[in-house]
């Protein structure tokens, strides 16, 4: 596990991504982590590349205390599924990935940390890669 702020965490977040993607057997997630409180988190969770299909989930209301609520519709706006039936949280699937499109799924990330979850640049975050 690793500790790093966000202005930094561009080229991190890729390397561990690409890592994922290169070798899907040597792991079985990557996650993405900010603790605002000691009692909740947002999180982004990556599982490994299935069929060339490269799935995230980001956390939902659902499992965020009542006063850390989101606005999830920002989600949408991002380009991500909502919960449904089969998925509790967001998700989104990119497919075709290679390591040029790697950069593009970060920047994604970043995205979701400072425009939904509301993570300021000095804002630590945990990557976990297992």
């Given amino acids: 596990m690793e500790t790093i702020d966000l202005t930094?965490?561009?080229?991190t977040i890729t390397n561990y991504l690409y890592k994922l993607i290169t070798e899907p057997t040597e792991y079985e997630f990557l996650i993405i982590s900010y603790n605002s409180q000691p009692d909740?988190?947002?999180?982004?969770?990556?599982l490994p590349p299935i069929d060339d299909l490269l799935y995230a989930e980001a956390v939902s209301n659902a499992f965020i205390p009542t006063g850390f609520a989101i606005n999830e519709n920002l989600f949408?706006?991002?380009?991500?599924?909502g919960p449904d039936k089969e998925h509790e949280?967001?998700?989104?699937?990119?497919?075709?990935?290679?390591?040029a499109a790697i950069p593009g799924v970060t920047k994604d990330?970043?995205?979701i940390l400072t425009e939904v979850y509301?993570?300021?640049p000095?804002?630590?975050?945990?990557i976990?890669?297992?």
């Fill in 109 to 111: 990330v970043i995205s």
């Fill in 89 to 99: 949280n967001f998700w989104r699937e990119w497919a075709e990935l290679n390591e």
């Fill in 128 to 130: 976990e890669l297992s």
């Fill in 8 to 11: 930094s965490s561009g080229p």
């Fill in 40 to 46: 909740h988190n947002y999180y982004i969770q990556f």
């Fill in 118 to 120: 509301q993570v300021a």
């Fill in 122 to 126: 000095s804002g630590s975050l945990r």
């Fill in 76 to 81: 949408f706006n991002l380009g991500w599924n």
